[in-house]
């Protein structure tokens, strides 16, 4: 389980394909920290790291994973929003995340408010059901962040100076494609009331 809350960035440095599988080989802050079999959030995709040399580690998506989420569109030099496992012991600083994406959002609008930055997205609700309600939670790249406004198929988020230049969202740019975890709570009552 995760919170959200971004730890580092992480970089891309080599892409390999495994017949239907990927394996992305990453290097960040904390590689030296990381154990094999170990799970962390990439852009909100939880993944389990299979291989470590040196400053670099190494997981591998599924084609599930591939088709479902931005990781196919990755590329050598792309930066990665990076959070490790939730402590049993540690602070709940975001909200719960499971780094299980539900679908790709698309990026519409981003307004430069002097001071702070208006992203808005797009999603296709009635291909999973999800939804978003005002002031609710969502999870985009990995990132927990408010809802500011909702629809029935689009939302915003309002992004502070330190998250703009603390994760990858500062490059995210119109028409960029985002991974996307909605509340899981939201989920379960929107589950319930389709019965």
Request: hydrophobic share 40%; aromatic share 8%.
């Amino acid at each position: 389980m995760f919170t959200g809350i971004i730890e580092a960035l992480g970089q891309v440095v080599a892409i390999q394909d495994d017949q239907s599988n990927r394996h992305f080989t990453l290097t960040c802050p904390f590689t030296q920290e990381l154990k094999i079999d170990q799970s962390v959030a990439h852009n909100g995709v939880c993944l389990t790291v299979v291989n470590i040399e040196g400053n670099t580690y190494t997981v591998t998506a599924i084609d599930e994973t591939l088709s479902r989420t931005n990781l196919g569109d990755w590329k050598v030099g792309d930066t990665v929003n990076l959070e490790r496992c939730l402590l049993a012991h540690s602070r709940f600083d975001g909200h719960i995340v499971q780094g299980h994406v539900d679908q790709i959002g698309v990026c519409k609008e981003v307004i430069d408010q002097q001071g702070s930055w208006l992203f808005r997205f797009t999603y296709f609700p009635q291909a999973a059901g999800n939804v978003t309600v005002e002031k609710g939670s969502i999870c985009i790249n990995g990132i927990s962040l408010t809802v500011v406004e909702s629809g029935a198929d689009f939302f915003s988020v309002a992004i502070i100076p330190y998250t703009y230049e603390h994760t990858n969202l500062g490059k995210v740019k119109p028409g960029d494609k985002v991974n996307l975890e909605f509340d899981i709570i939201g989920k379960y009552v929107a589950r319930l009331l389709q019965k």
